[in-house]
């Protein structure tokens, strides 16, 4: 089975779950930027949660398909179109043989993803069909789709398609601040200066993607002038260049640096990173591990129970 890209919409590119144990290499773990939202499209047409998908970015691609197909869209709405009819979102839709499939504008985020029953056939490299475009490989030949293209359709591994409870998706956004716990140099910033990095609205900027979300506020300055040694990068960690203004580092980041990090977003609000836009507005609020661990148990839980018997 084949799908044939017509246009391929700004930025859309094969993404999984990511490629992790290979920082040490210097590789990015690279995958979807909202989780959540894959995992869930995935559930309703039956594949595993972490099948390879399309992830399109604020302006989704069209697409036609050779065969009969099951789809998912999950994430930011886009008002997508089968021929003249709407494509609901968050639940399974069938497409037959022929019919062509337009993905427009993100309307409530910055990232929605596609995935199709028994997911997109491509080579895994680093057992990820994750696409690294600094790298070159994974997913579409290591790069975002080009008109032409055709994808193909594995031909088995799908179970039953799922259906979710009539309000599951209304809790799917962390409502309030990003919840943040204190980074590996915290310590330089001092009290007043952790203080401010909470209570600032900060803007994202034109000049975010995928390895990072450039934040536009009040500067944060370090108690003294030093030089940090390189050292390993967490995902999710927020970083502070000598300009002042935090750098989230996301799932494209560089595994090592040299900017001192003031905190680090908990696991379980990344996929709200995923779906920020450029000039929306992120604040932070400080968690401790504790509370960090029990909102990711919370999320996978809560994953767990939206479903239909």
């Not at 040490?24 to 930027?33: D, N």
């Not at 680093?126 to 290591?142: E, K, L, N």
């Amino acid at each position: 089975m084949t799908i044939r890209v017509i246009k391929p919409g700004l930025s859309t590119t094969v993404q999984g779950g990511g490629r992790f144990g290979y920082a040490h290499l210097g590789i990015s773990p690279c995958g979807a930027a909202d989780t959540v939202s894959l995992r869930i499209a995935n559930r309703l047409v039956g594949n595993k949660e972490y099948a390879a998908a399309l992830e399109m970015t604020l302006l989704g691609p069209t697409l036609e398909f050779e065969d009969d197909a099951v789809i998912a869209l999950c994430g930011a709405s886009c008002g997508s179109k089968l021929g003249i009819d709407d494509v609901p979102g968050n639940t399974a839709v069938p497409v037959s043989a022929g019919s062509v499939l337009q993905c427009g504008n993100t309307l409530d985020g910055a990232r929605t993803y596609l995935a199709v029953r028994r997911g997109f056939d491509v080579p895994l490299v680093m057992g990820s069909a994750s696409t690294d475009i600094r790298g070159r490989f994974g997913g579409c030949s290591g790069r975002r789709l080009q008109a032409g293209d055709a994808l193909r359709v594995a031909t088995t591994g799908a179970g039953h398609p799922r259906r979710l409870l009539a309000d599951a998706m209304g809790s799917i956004r962390h409502a309030g601040s990003i919840r943040v716990t204190r980074g590996a140099q915290n310590d330089w910033f001092g009290l007043d200066e952790w203080a401010k990095f909470l209570a600032t609205p900060y803007s994202v900027s034109e000049q975010s993607d995928r390895a990072g979300l450039r934040l536009k506020g009040e500067g944060i300055a370090v108690l003294e002038s030093k030089q940090l040694l390189t050292d390993g990068i967490p995902l999710g960690a927020i970083q502070v260049p000598q300009d002042g203004q935090p750098i989230i580092l996301f799932v494209d980041q560089q595994t090592t640096g040299g900017y001192p990090k003031i905190a680090n977003v908990i696991a379980a609000d990344m996929h709200c990173i995923g779906q920020l836009r450029p000039r929306d507005e992120a604040r932070f609020a400080e968690v401790t591990i504790a509370e960090a661990i029990d909102a990711l148990r919370a999320q996978e839980l809560w994953l767990n129970d939206i479903w239909q018997k």
